[in-house]
């Protein structure tokens, strides 16, 4: 079964800097399946990034998503205050067909 | 623009079966190529796909809950719904609706219900 390891747990940060999350499968998986989605408080997830690197429409350009075979990485440039939020990466192709990250929650420092 | 809006008991006893439907607006639960699925979010364990029904009827369900999982479509009412068998306290989670374009919207997950939050306790 493959599994998608995020981190780190917990990122603090302050509005105006740089977030980097990883995403790393425990095997190589198909870049044109890897998913980012973020969550709010009491919210469903909202679709991100989709394909590693192709922004979801209405997604502000500061979002931004790479990686291949096995390591993926969403970068959020200039923190606004509503990007604080827990973000998962997903797949697609390897069993259960569908799996997630155990999240990421993006923290005001 | 599509919405999905879950419903269903919040509560639920151990060893009965938990059921919710999701009523879809914006569009046909029997058009193509859509891919109708159930994800569930347990405190502590992150999101977990559960399974989808296909337009055309046909299911796909993760392994780990296949025997205890039935997923179907209701043209008539445009909606689908979840029937998890013998529950226990294991499967007390927040349950999302969902929908995936298939290979089209690059298998992601492009519209969610607002999460129906079910307790599996007597």
């Known amino acids: 079964e493959l599994v998608l390891t995020q981190s780190p747990g917990t990122l603090s940060l302050s509005p105006g800097e740089r977030a980097t999350l990883s995403c790393r499968a425990s095997?190589?998986?198909?870049?044109?399946?890897v998913t980012w989605y973020q969550q709010k408080p009491g919210q469903a997830p909202r679709l991100l990034i989709y394909?590693?690197?192709t922004r979801a429409t209405g997604v502000p350009d500061r979002f931004s998503g790479s990686g291949s075979l096995t390591d993926f990485t969403l970068t959020i440039n200039r923190l606004e205050p509503e990007d604080f939020a827990v973000y998962f990466c997903q797949q697609y192709g390897s069993s259960p067909l569908y799996s997630f990250g155990q999240g990421t929650k993006l923290e005001i420092k | 623009q599509v919405q999905l809006q879950g419903s269903g008991p919040g509560l639920v006893k151990p060893s009965q079966t938990l059921s919710l439907t999701c009523t879809v607006s914006?569009?046909?639960?029997?058009?193509?190529?859509?891919?109708w699925t159930w994800i569930r979010q347990h405190p502590a364990r992150g999101l977990e796909f559960i399974g989808y029904?296909?337009?055309?009827?046909?299911?796909y369900y993760n392994p780990s809950l296949e025997s205890r999982l039935s997923i179907s479509l209701d043209t008539s009412a445009n909606q689908f719904s979840l029937n998890l068998y013998s529950v226990t306290a294991a499967d007390t989670a927040v349950y999302y609706c969902?929908?995936?374009?298939?290979?089209?919207?690059?298998?992601?997950?492009?519209?969610w219900g607002q999460g129906t939050l079910v307790t599996v306790s007597s």
């Open positions: 394909g590693t690197s």
């Open positions: 914006g569009d046909p639960v029997n058009s193509g190529p859509n891919y």
């Open positions: 029904v296909y337009y055309l009827g046909t299911t």
């Open positions: 095997q190589a998986i198909s870049s044109s399946y």
């Open positions: 969902a929908r995936s374009r298939g290979k089209s919207g690059a298998n992601t997950f492009d519209s």
